[in-house]
């Protein structure tokens, strides 16, 4: 039996997964104000068609930092796709490729980056957190270019992580088959004290640099010459300041797992756009699990949006082939949308499209 | 016993079909946001009555394209009527006549267009789905003029038919009793592969012609001297199009079938009114339940309103007796909100009507 | 056991009816969108309160049309009281008179003007519908006149009455026991049809006069030396020509019981106070049932505040003590909120008051 | 088992309590549109975080009136700890200490201020009701000041006290075991009757000077030289004459316990901040239950806030330890939005973080 829309895979993929693992997924910082809203936000914007254009071939294809990819909804960064299935990173990156999209690898990966990028047929991204030991950091980054990757996702909003209460609650902790290889040893993890709150926010606490500044691009330039995206910007001046050090710009709250009451992605992003002003690409991710998303996002200057839980529950219920069958279904939603708006082309999407 | 208003009578309605007609006549497309908001739009605009005025005779009747009517209230096309009720479209052709107004006849109409004619003393509209096969479209709306149509309504909205989810989820199927006979054969829609997803959308897609722009409105004035109607319309700009082309223009989302969160048909109406700036005739249509909605709609500008589902409820309800019914008790909350408003015709209805 | 708020009161109040009598008290017209955007309308306004004042006294006097008056909560004329309890109008009269407040009688009132106005021992109002048969008319205004009425309050917002549809489909009508003594005889009113419909419409719709303009009032003016009050204003317009013709203003949409969304009662005072711009007294009803609502529309700018529903509720649930105690826990709350608010006297409450 | 966040100590708080006690600590006045609004005025702000600092040192700490805290969180007067546990304000003082903050002692509590102050380490503040009888006020404010207490916090905002239902309803009293030492005997709370309403009203009433205006601050200033914060204003206009008077303010509604549907706190605050412009400090309270809203009132322009409720529900779920957890939890939650905003220190923090 086919699904219908992204729900049913939510669906789908909640119910594949023990407690541990769903609420690691599902939940949000705090109260999931930042959460709901993510997806509220798309809710409230209105469209506005044209009607009486010639959309006998809709093209979805665009590019991501020249890079030709069939769609412009692309994979974002989540850690321990072994979660949610046997197949881990090798099936999300299956499922990108098949669908001639970018899958952006975590370091939080359960699966090494050289195994994800030889699935990665279409191109893949790396995503950075910077570590206190900067040589490690160095090592993954070049690991990651050697096998291929083509952009660095730089994690911006995590200097700390938000607190997922359920995950607090209930001691989240990665189970004792799954490894974290891109970026430590299973040893290491297992020795992490889980008696109190989140394994994963103590590991990550311990590791992860919080002294991180505009400053430190220059070292990372140093070490790569990569195409650097800073993940998690929200304001306009962020976003000027992304222009100047010559990053691009991914608009982003984590979906909502960082800072609850943050301001929801779609409602960000105008004013990054503006402030960035076609100097860089900008990105958006949080709440896009419709075609309509998709396309309100590009109408207000995205040039791709990535997914975090849609692309888990479609691992989660059907490893690869749920990936697919997801991005296969928000594609057409796209498709079908941007038909419906008189649009043919991604590049056709503009301002205009959204209400006041 | 009588019904008290029209929520009665859908409620009446909904019950006498069975699923597969009743998913088909409910659903909207995806989240089903746009079905929604069509009626919220008239709920959240609260109306400046004005008082002793003389109200004793309150004249609902106007003119559309020039035809007296008895209401401002008129039928929209929508598919299939046979799945409500026997009678099918000759019902609701006999209820909207009894009336005094005008029903607009559906491609997709389960009786020919000759034998609807026939019944709609009042007069009827024709609404066209441009096909692929010119010549098929050409023969179809040589028929309605022959018939006696009074205008051709082109929906320009459905170059793609909307994702109703429910209809893919159950594979929505026209029973075997009901053909198509304006456009196509019963054994053309028997051929259409229903394995996956709805039936109609199927069919839909293999016949209706994607590619129409402005300039094909050409072809159309040459195979018709009918004044044409642009369904479907929802921005400034495209009624600006449609006004420099000669045509007139109905305001509608096609009750929320198409494109999700697309704007409300209240909201688009005024913009569209002020664009179109008196060259062509406005109407509007989607979520019109109570004579206040019909009230507004014609304080903002529109020259008339169209139901879609009601006037399949009111047909699954009763057949013509419940169109009838329908558009009685409607015309009737009308005739009543004018009254209570301080207005005798509906040329007095004005923007000064509704509170900003 | 004491009562704490109007809310409980209700309760009560409720509880003591038949179903045919609540449903005529509680309903609003259509979808009741206006009877609850009444009551939603306080809530939505915040307050902005002054400290530090002398508030050992506060006082709730003021004046009606120049009589003094306890308290600036008075009661709204509301047809058949004897629904309520078995003292009828003469409860309410009593209540009203106990605290020092001013009762308008309803044209429809189960007692007769004269056995209400002994009660009414602080003044009473009277409130009019003009018939057809103007003689009637007359002669009930000269009644009320002679009976020491120190208003008229002519009911400007039903030419007809709104459709309450619990009403029309259980077909109100009222018991035999009751009859309408001022203007019409108990047969009259048997001998209306109640197979269809609510009674009461059928016997008002032959009654009253749907003719009424702004020119009849010189017709009233004829017959009475009493002021004027026009009931059920909404707008800036009216308001003007109101002052103009030298009448007072009542605004009000009746309870929600006659257009459905018309603008809430307090969202529609300040336009009409401003209009007024002092020429005649502006009086609001309509879903109050706190003292910061009575506050929130003397700051606005009404003289007086009138209670439809909760005098019922007070009368049902304990005739004159249920009116007395409705009004004295609401001018309590009145009293507590104006000190709250640093204010001692009604004069001082002003727009400051209320956050824009 | 350690404790999320407040909301679970506030369910363990609840739970903890019987009903006399729990219905006078939860209670808003009336329809408590306030109370519920305090805390969804913070949810309604966005915050607009920045990226790319170095977060490794966030400093919570700031002075109060001069005084070094560790926290700009701390503790409001409320009445009658004694409800709550055992510990009573020794509790509450021994918490607030033990995080290095401030606690306000009420005028009502179950402790003499000489107890509580000796517990209050990081210093205490105490809260004031002018008395009719001057000489008490005169003598307690004497003995907080010898006490060592470093504030006097006028409360401006209950002349009266406001209307909390359930408490009348069911005739809150204290019990007989707790007395209120500071500010009278418990012979005279044992005469108040309480045969109606609640008892705390009737004792309150008796006592509290309605008449206090600003006048009297001068006589304030004659008995004390402590600095006086005004707690209760809601409104440029109070905030420039507290200024004027020299005072500092508390920007509070007493936790939607006075006037129902007054502004919420955070709403109120940006007004009051731009009126004392700089020339006192300010201060709120009202609905703080998570970091985010701690920061957002400190962006908006507060020196500090303050806990009614949350240090009740603590010191109810687990005395000292309880309210320890309750600063703690939100003094880590501060910490954490600061340093995912972006800003490591308290003086960082403007209006730039909140979404217009
Ligand atoms: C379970 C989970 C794990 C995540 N892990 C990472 C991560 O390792 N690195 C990162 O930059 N973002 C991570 N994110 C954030 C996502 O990249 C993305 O910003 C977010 O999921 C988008 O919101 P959405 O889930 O509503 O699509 C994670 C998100 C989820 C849900
Ligand atoms: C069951 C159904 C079938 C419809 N079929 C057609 C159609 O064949 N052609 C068309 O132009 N519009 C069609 N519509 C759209 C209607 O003309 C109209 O735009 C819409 O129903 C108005 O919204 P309402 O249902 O809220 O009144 C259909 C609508 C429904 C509900
Ligand atoms: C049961 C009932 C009967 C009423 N009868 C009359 C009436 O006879 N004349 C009139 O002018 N208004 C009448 N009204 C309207 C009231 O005067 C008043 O405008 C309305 O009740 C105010 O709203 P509230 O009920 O929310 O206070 C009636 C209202 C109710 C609820
Ligand atoms: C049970 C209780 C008792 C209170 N007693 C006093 C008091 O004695 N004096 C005072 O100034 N405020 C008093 N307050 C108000 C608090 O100081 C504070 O303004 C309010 O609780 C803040 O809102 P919150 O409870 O949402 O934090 C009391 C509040 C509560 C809940």
Redesign the interface.
């Known amino acids: 039996e086919?699904t219908?829309?992204l729900a049913e895979i939510e669906a789908l993929g909640r119910a594949a997964l023990d407690q541990n693992a769903h609420e690691y997924y599902a939940s949000g910082a705090?109260?999931e104000?930042t959460l709901r809203?993510n997806r509220e936000g798309?809710?409230r914007?209105?469209?506005?068609?044209?009607?009486?254009?010639?959309?006998?071939n809709v093209d979805t294809r665009t590019t991501l930092l020249g890079l030709p990819v069939q769609t412009p909804i692309a994979i974002a960064p989540s850690a321990f796709h072994g979660l949610a299935h046997a197949d881990a990173e090798l099936g999300t990156a299956r499922g990108a490729a098949s669908m001639g999209t970018v899958m952006t690898l975590s370091t939080f990966s359960n699966t090494p980056i050289e195994a994800v990028a030889k699935q990665a047929s279409t191109g893949f991204w790396f995503q950075l957190y910077l570590y206190r030991q900067r040589e490690i950091s160095a090592e993954v980054v070049q690991r990651a270019e050697a096998a291929g990757a083509r952009a660095l996702v730089l994690t911006?909003?995590a200097?700390?992580l938000?607190?997922r209460?359920p995950n607090?609650?209930n001691r989240f902790a990665l189970p004792p088959h799954l490894g974290v290889p891109n970026a430590g040893t299973r040893q290491e993890l297992a020795g992490i004290e889980t008696d109190?709150?989140s394994q994963l926010v103590n590991y990550f606490q311990g590791l992860v640099d919080?002294?991180?500044?505009?400053n430190?691009?220059a070292w990372l330039r140093g070490v790569t010459s990569l195409p650097i995206v800073?993940k998690?910007?929200?304001?306009a001046?962020?976003a000027e300041?992304a222009a100047q050090h010559g990053c691009h710009v991914w608009v982003s709250n984590h979906g909502g797992r960082?800072?609850?009451?943050?301001?929801?992605a779609i409602?960000?992003l105008p004013e990054v756009v503006d402030a960035v002003a076609g100097r860089s690409e900008v990105y958006l991710d949080g709440g896009v699990t419709?075609g309509?998303d998709v396309l309100?996002a590009l109408a207000l200057g995205a040039q791709g949006v990535f997914l975090g839980r849609s692309a888990l529950w479609g691992l989660a219920a059907g490893g690869e082939a749920g990936v697919t069958r997801t991005l296969h279904l928000l594609n057409e939603?796209l498709r079908?949308?941007m038909?419906?708006?008189g649009k043919v082309s991604v590049g056709e999407l503009g301002r205009?499209l959204i209400?006041n």
Chains 1, 2, 3, 4 share one sequence.
């Open positions: 086919q219908v829309n705090n109260d104000v809203d798309f809710r914007l209105k469209l506005r068609p044209r009607m009486l254009v010639d959309v006998s911006v909003d200097p700390f938000g607190r209460e607090e609650r109190m709150g919080k002294t991180v500044t505009w430190d691009l800073l998690g910007i929200l304001t001046e962020d300041l960082q800072l609850d009451t943050a301001v929801s409602d960000a419709r309509t309100k939603e079908l949308a038909a419906l708006c205009d209400r």
